[in-house]
C-alpha cells in the first residue's frame, strides 16, 4: 500500500478512485466493512482504491479535553488499513485551517477534484467539514451534481451492539478484553520499548521488562495473559498493568514477565496483544505472598488461549 501524507503530494496515476472517508481509530470490524466496500468498488469500477483519513484525531485539535484515547496509533492504522485492499492511504494532517473546510468544499475540493472521487463510501454515522454539519444526506444530494456515487454502510451489529470506537474504548476501560476483541476483530494489541525498571522482579524470581508503551494503554489496572511479540519471535506473558501497591509505589507501570525466555530485552521494541485478563492489582502481606501469586499467574498464563 502506497502512504501519501498531505492532500499536496497526492498523485492520482491517472485512475479516478473510490474513496473510504474516516477517521478509522481502530480499525474495528464496522472500519473493515467501509475499507471493503471501497476496495470491491474500486476493483469492479478498475478504480484506485483510496482511503481518506486524518492526523490528528479531529478532536484533539477542536476540544483536547474532550478526545477519546486512541485505540491505534497512526502507524498502526496505517498497516491495518493495508491489510485491506486499499491502494493508497491519504493523510490529511487535521489543523484549525482543514476544520474550517465548508463540508461542499471538501466534498468537491477534496474528495472529487483532488482524489478524483467517482465512488465515495463513508459510514452511517459519518460527519464531516465545518462544524461537522455534512453527513450522509448531504454527501447523497452532492453525488449526481458532482458525478459520484456515495454508499453508505450501515451500523454493523456484534452480538446486539453496534460496533464504534468508543464501545470498544468502554470494553477496554472495563477491562471486557474478550468484548473488545469482537467488536475489533481481533485481540487488543500495544507497542512500546522496554526500559530499565527497579529490577524486584528478579529477584523474586520472576524478572520482568518494563514497556514503556507508545499512548496510553486505556486498560484498568490488573494483572493480564499476553501474547509479547520481540522481533520475529513470540511468547506468552503475564503482564501486571498498576502501581505496585507492594512496595509502596503510585506510579502506573506495565511490566511483563516473559515465560520461559532468558535474555536482554533492554531497548527492545515488542509488541503486546492482551488476551485476557487474570485478576486485580492487589497489595500483598508479604514479598512471599507476592511470589506465590505470581507463580499462580504464571501457571494460568500457561494454560487455555
Not at 22 to 27: K, P, R, S, V, Y
Not at 186 to 215: E, K, W
Not at 245 to 265: K, M, R, W, Y
Amino acid at each position: 500500500m502506497r502512504t501519501v501524507r498531505g492532500l499536496e503530494s497526492f498523485r492520482p496515476e491517472g485512475v479516478a478512485s473510490a474513496v473510504a472517508l474516516g477517521a478509522f481509530d481502530g480499525i474495528h470490524l464496522g472500519h473493515r466493512a467501509i475499507l471493503g466496500t471501497a476496495v470491491a468498488q474500486a476493483r469492479q469500477e478498475k478504480l484506485q482504491a483510496v482511503a481518506c483519513t486524518f492526523d490528528r484525531h479531529p478532536m484533539e485539535v477542536l476540544q483536547p479535553d474532550r478526545a477519546p484515547m486512541p485505540i491505534t496509533t497512526l502507524q498502526e492504522r496505517l498497516e491495518l488499513i493495508g491489510e485491506t485492499g486499499i491502494d493508497t492511504t491519504v493523510v490529511i494532517p487535521f489543523t484549525q485551517a482543514v476544520a474550517a473546510v465548508e463540508a461542499n468544499a471538501f466534498v468537491q475540493d477534496v474528495l472529487v477534484q483532488t482524489l478524483k472521487a467517482r465512488e465515495i463510501v463513508v459510514g452511517f454515522n459519518h460527519r464531516f467539514g465545518r462544524g461537522a454539519r455534512g453527513d450522509t444526506r448531504l454527501l447523497e444530494s452532492l453525488a449526481d451534481p458532482l458525478g459520484f456515487r456515495a454508499h453508505i454502510v450501515p451500523a454493523l451489529m456484534v452480538d446486539g451492539v453496534a460496533v464504534s470506537s468508543s464501545e470498544i474504548r468502554g470494553a477496554l476501560q472495563r477491562g471486557d478484553l474478550p468484548g473488545a476483541a469482537r467488536l475489533l476483530g481481533r485481540h487488543y494489541s500495544i507497542r512500546g520499548a522496554v526500559v530499565r525498571g527497579a529490577g524486584r522482579g528478579r529477584t523474586l524470581g520472576f524478572p520482568t521488562a518494563n514497556v514503556n508503551t507508545d499512548r496510553p494503554l486505556g486498560l484498568p489496572v490488573g494483572v493480564y495473559v499476553c501474547q509479547i511479540t520481540i522481533g520475529t519471535s513470540q511468547h506468552r506473558a503475564v503482564v501486571n498493568v498498576g502501581v505496585r501497591p507492594t512496595f509502596g509505589e503510585n506510579e502506573l507501570a506495565v511490566e511483563a514477565h516473559v515465560i520461559d525466555f532468558s535474555g536482554d530485552l533492554y531497548n527492545e521494541g515488542v509488541k503486546l496483544t492482551f488476551l485476557r485478563r487474570l485478576r486485580e492489582e492487589r497489595k500483598f502481606p508479604s514479598i512471599d505472598a507476592l511470589r506465590q501469586q505470581i507463580a499462580l499467574d504464571v501457571a494460568a498464563a500457561r494454560q487455555g488461549p
